[in-house]
């Protein structure tokens, strides 16, 4: 067979996944993982240039109302606290992460989704969609403009809400970096009651993924703004690279 | 309880499950949300002045009852036919597809066989696409691959790795209708092999 140029032990891979930091996949307090989980240990091994690639999307991509939750649907103001969410994406070395597509979606003020599925008695507003997308910059930063969504009762547990959160999509330079994940309020009382925050086993991971008030940032008369951090999976460095970045 | 910080730097944001409204976010088209021009992120793998073969792969996820999961989204990644990613890749060629499940539960994407891509020593692999799966009560998306059916299991590095021998025909696809079937089992017998790469 033909060897392909990559240098054993050259940098680049991916770094391991911190498991620790993750929700393990069965954790029956959120039920559906009951019957969807894997039941056996994944294969691990080294990244290579399937795992170290990944798409890369162009700003020309966006929209001009792409990254406004607020007017994205119909043009017209949506309903609820307006809010701007920002912040920087970095990878596990502390590098800003440029380029990275944030793609969001959440219910509206009053917990509701714009989904058949999703048959909560509060109201749809006509002028919210829920969805949203933003890339970002040179720096690792993003912003986008949305309404603060509200709690819901969601079929898990007899009585079982969720915080008020946001959706979070990232693409960041490879398909190993990939992550869903979610947004929280700071002193959202609901956070230490969800099943679906409690599969996260490290209190910290939790704190990590709850957006503090960015009072400096918020527009007075207008906006009140959050600011949430994100971390990629980052790649090995090492003083030996003898391989172009993929990327 | 909190693992030893083995990482140089900073911790990985903590993964949380894409849940039930997913389509909302990623495939808002599917779901009566007419956005971004009407075309979803990742509507096509094969874009416009793709010259080659193309084929068809469909599948569908399934629990540990049988029960086919009709809310979950897949995504794929691979290289082209000269074994490329993008943006090194053919022209039109996007390496990247990502798919909801109809209402039988079938995910679909049409793509071209992928050329040989080294695996992390250098060595080639069977033609193979990259999938991850994200759904409600999936809580860290689920990383596999799909190899292309007709390869020697035996010669393909990754492969060799899985040391039941019969656990490795779980990520071999099948030939079906002109295109290529391939179903992945999240738990219980012929539990698909996921991958922590
Ligand atoms: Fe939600």
């Known amino acids: ?247 | 309880m909190t693992p030893p910080n083995t990482h140089p730097y900073l911790l990985e944001s903590a993964s949380q499950t894409a849940g039930p409204y997913v389509h909302i976010g990623c495939l808002p088209n599917d779901v009566g949300l007419p956005m971004y021009g009407g075309a979803n992120l990742g509507a096509r793998m094969l874009g416009d002045g793709f010259e080659g073969d193309r084929v068809t792969v469909r599948g569908r996820v399934i629990d540990g009852t049988g029960m086919v999961l009709r809310d979950a989204m897949v995504e794929a990644w691979q290289a082209d036919a000269e074994g490329r990613f993008p943006p090194d890749a053919a022209p039109g060629f996007h390496g990247f597809a990502r798919s909801g499940c109809d209402a039988d539960g079938v995910w679909t994407f049409e793509t071209t066989r992928p050329g040989a891509v080294p695996f992390a020593d250098g060595r080639p692999q069977h033609p193979h696409v990259t999938l991850m799966v994200f759904a409600r009560g999936i809580n860290l998306g689920l990383h596999t691959r799909m190899y292309w059916p007709g390869a020697d299991l035996d010669g393909d590095p990754m492969l060799a790795r899985i040391e039941q021998r019969e656990r490795r025909e779980t990520l071999v696809a099948r030939e079906e209708d002109g295109g290529l079937r391939f179903d992945i089992r999240l738990q219980g017998p012929g539990e698909t092999v996921f991958l922590d790469v």
């Not at chain 1, 020309?60 to 406004?68: I, N």
């Not at chain 1, 890339?135 to 009762?153: H, L, S, V």
């Not at chain 1, 915080?163 to 230490?192: C, K, V």
């Not at chain 1, 910290?204 to 207008?222: G, K, Y």
């Open chain 1, 1 to 247: 067979m033909r060897e392909m140029t990559k240098t054993p032990g050259a940098k680049g891979g991916l770094i391991q996944r911190a498991r620790g930091v993750h929700p393990p996949a069965h954790d029956p307090a959120y039920r559906t993982t009951v019957t969807r989980s894997p039941r056996l240990a994944p294969l691990s091994f080294p990244s290579g240039p399937a795992e170290e690639t990944g798409p890369v999307f162009g700003h020309d991509l966006l929209g001009e109302r792409d990254a406004d939750l607020i007017t994205n649907f119909t043009g017209e103001e949506a309903i609820g606290p307006r809010i701007v969410v920002t912040g920087t994406v970095r990878d596990e070395t502390g590098r800003p992460v440029p380029g990275a597509l944030l793609e969001v979606w959440q219910a509206n003020a009053g917990g509701r989704y714009r989904h058949a599925r999703d048959g909560y008695l509060a109201p749809l507003d006509p002028n919210f969609g829920g969805c949203g997308r933003c890339m970002t910059g040179e720096d690792g930063t993003y912003a986008f403009r949305t309404i603060q969504p509200g709690p819901y009762p969601w079929p898990n547990g007899m009585n079982d809400w969720r915080p008020a959160h946001i959706h979070f999509s990232l693409f960041g330079h490879s398909f190993g970096q990939r992550l869903i994940t979610q947004m929280y309020f700071e002193g959202d009382p609901h956070i230490p009651l969800c099943p679906i925050v409690g599969t996260i086993p490290d209190p910290d991971a939790v704190d990590r993924l709850t957006a503090r008030l960015d009072w400096q940032a918020t527009i007075p008369m207008d906006t009140r703004a959050y600011r949430f951090d994100i971390v990629l999976r980052g790649r090995r460095q090492t003083p030996f690279e003898n391989r172009p970045e993929a990327l």
